[in-house]
């Protein structure tokens, strides 16, 4: 197997000086493959991911893109170097129109707006139809596909998801891991760490568990359904909490 794309090593990070939430997590993503963070509630899901992008100081260990350290790297940094990042909650602008939310997603390359709608559009339909209504109007749902949507407009080759499917019915949940699927089909290499741990590892390449802000298991994504462990401690409540 090639090098991998993306590396976040031996991660340490908190929110309140001297604890830390992070002891020592790590991952790697490989080009083309979608990466998945399952655990339990509080294991430091969302924080690996926030510190991974630049949004949470990380106090010790790297990471990297392509071997370039991008370790407390600020967020826009990133988007230049090529990572997406749709965040849980507050992830579209609800005064603007969904054209005006993809025009965001260009902040950085206004020009290319034009030549990347057409690849959003095509894979949420949605948006093209709704161009002109106001975001706040819009199911979570739609809202959660604008935002993955304007994640794309900059054509990152890494996409990281914090929990996409969280707060979504059964019907939008089924259409957000399909998007999942497309979007990884179309050349972006996925991280994500989400709540519907057995929806997840479904479509994963490979998984990690994380467990009180540790590493507690990996492997592929069906391994780890069929693990036994796996299956006793996590599987069992994971498809219904954080």
């Known amino acids: 197997m090639s090098d991998p794309l993306l590396v976040a090593q031996d991660v340490y990070a908190g929110y309140v000086p001297g604890v830390d939430i992070l002891r020592g997590c790590g991952l790697d993503l490989h080009s083309g493959e979608i990466v998945g963070v399952i655990g339990p509630n509080g294991a430091g899901k969302s924080t690996f991911i926030k510190a991974v992008f630049g949004l949470l100081r990380v106090r010790d260990g790297s990471v990297r893109l392509r071997g370039e350290d991008l370790t407390n790297k600020p967020a826009h940094t990133l988007v230049s170097r090529g990572i997406g ?37 095509e894979l949420f339909p949605v948006l093209g139809r709704r161009r002109s209504q106001k975001a706040s109007s819009m199911s979570g749902g739609e809202r959660q596909m604008l935002a993955m949507g304007r994640a794309l407009m900059m054509g990152p080759d890494v996409l990281l998801l914090d929990e996409p499917s969280a707060g979504l019915s059964p019907r939008y949940q089924d259409e957000v891991f399909a998007r999942i699927r497309q979007i990884n089909e179309t050349g972006v290499s996925i991280l994500m760490v989400e709540q519907n741990a057995r929806r997840c590892l479904q479509i994963c390449d490979r998984g990690y568990v994380l467990d009180q802000g540790t590493n507690a298991y990996t492997g592929t994504g069906r391994e780890l359904l069929h693990d036994p462990k796996v299956i006793e401690l996590y599987l069992g409540t994971l498809a219904r909490v954080r």
């Open 85 to 121: 990042y749709v965040p849980q909650r507050d992830n579209v602008f609800g005064p603007l129109s969904v054209e005006e939310n993809l025009r965001m997603g260009t902040y950085l390359r206004p020009k290319a707006f034009d030549d990347r709608v057409a690849y959003v559009e």
